[in-house]
């Protein structure tokens, strides 16, 4: 792809930041760091002499656009929805303001949007607003941290239970994929099931993610499932003997529900500290990474779950992991928190922020 000039200005300026834009079938922008100009258009030096205003600069094979984490203020512009061929754009972790403008809203080419705001600072908001905190959890998985918690932030701690699901209410209404994995597990001995996403950016197609012929290779002891998965009524399965998990709270939760030994793999927000509680409390083993960069191999993978499935050492996590399976799946202990959440709010009512 070209370069061409940089820092041409712009006769309107974007009140909420700025704009680059790029030529080319799968271009990819990102905001610039520091304090760039108002426009800048990424393209053939012959098209700059004609384009003075945003109006101008529509890119028709414009596929993604990110502006999120960049402290943004202000209306999200309805310029924007010039961009005829867009199917991404990321705005979150901003300080945006208003609707969404219904020429962005009526994109009929845009496949994810994301405005959310600034999570580090609604949470903070939440903090300092509320007059106490419930929280999914219980004293049998964590009440030193309860109590650490409440004497940080000054404010009574009441956990509800850990609420898991129901597995029977989610067999229900299982539609043609659900059935078919199902079908699937019931005929294996040894395998695996791997849930799948594609990663937000990633332009290649779904068949590009995995290694060259691994759902080949593995076709006859593995199934990949891209996209959503039935993960309760997966687990709940009597031939899984181990969970591979990126440590969202609730995924550790209907874990240990099942009674599995986990294998931890935090990626990002909260799960990192819930991989080191569950690797603390003897539930799981956490991947190995390098220190410096976060990267872990295969080789890392395959270690952790050999130690909590099977080697002879992995014992403990196993034992752990079924002790703890009968406190989630103890109904009245469980509804115990939930009445007790209740009882706090009825007697509660007028406590000051």
């Known amino acids: 792809m070209e370069m061409g000039e940089l820092g041409q200005r712009s006769r309107r300026r974007w009140p909420w930041g700025r704009f ?7 271009s990819r922008v990102t905001p610039l760091s520091g304090s760039p100009p108002d426009l800048v258009f990424y393209g053939p030096r012959t098209e700059l002499p004609s384009r003075a205003t945003p109006e101008s600069f529509t890119v028709i094979n414009l596929l993604e656009l990110d502006f999120s984490n960049n402290s943004l203020s202000g209306p999200i512009p309805a310029e924007l929805g010039k961009l005829t061929n867009l199917t991404s754009l990321g705005l979150f972790s901003n300080n945006l303001t208003g609707k969404i403008p219904p ?37 049998e ?9 409440e004497e940080i932030i000054k404010k009574p701690i009441v956990p509800v239970g850990l609420l898991p699901p129901s597995v029977d209410e989610r067999n229900e209404n299982a539609n043609e994929s ?7 597990l019931g005929k294996q001995r040894t395998c695996f099931v791997w849930g799948l996403r ?18 080949d290779r593995t076709k006859d002891f593995g199934l990949v499932v891209k996209g959503w998965a039935p993960q309760v009524k997966i687990l709940a399965h009597e031939l899984v003997g181990g969970f591979l998990t990126h440590c969202g709270w609730s ?13 931890l793999l935090p990626m990002d927000l909260d799960q990192g500290l819930n991989a080191r ?15 410096e960069d976060g990267c872990f191999n295969k080789e890392d993978v395959a270690k952790a779950l050999r130690l909590v499935m099977v080697d002879e050492e992995g014992e403990s996590y196993r034992k752990r992991a079924q002790k703890m399976m009968e406190v989630v799946r103890d109904k009245e202990r469980q509804d115990k928190n939930v009445d007790g959440f209740i009882q706090f ?3 509660n009512r007028s406590l000051e922020a």
Not at 198 to 215: A, N, T
Not at 251 to 263: F, K, N, R, T
Not at 277 to 291: A, H, P, S, Y
């Open 20 to 26: 680059e834009s790029a030529s080319g079938e799968s």
């Open 103 to 139: 020429e962005i809203g009526n994109m009929t080419s845009l496949g994810y949007l994301d405005v959310n705001t600034n999570d580090a600072r609604r949470f903070k908001m939440a903090l300092e607003g509320c007059r106490a905190i419930a929280l999914r959890s219980c004293e």
């Open 141 to 149: 998985l964590e009440s030193e941290w309860l109590i650490l918690l």
């Open 178 to 184: 659900e059935v078919e994995i199902m079908e699937w």
């Open 198 to 215: 594609k990663p937000f950016g990633l332009s290649r197609p779904d068949g590009e993610i995995l290694p060259e012929g691994f759902e």
């Open 251 to 263: 995924s550790i939760i209907e874990g240990l529900q099942s009674g599995h030994p986990l294998v």
């Open 277 to 291: 509680l569950m690797e603390e409390k003897g539930f799981g083993v956490e991947v190995e990474r390098n220190e």
């Open 345 to 347: 709010l009825a007697t």
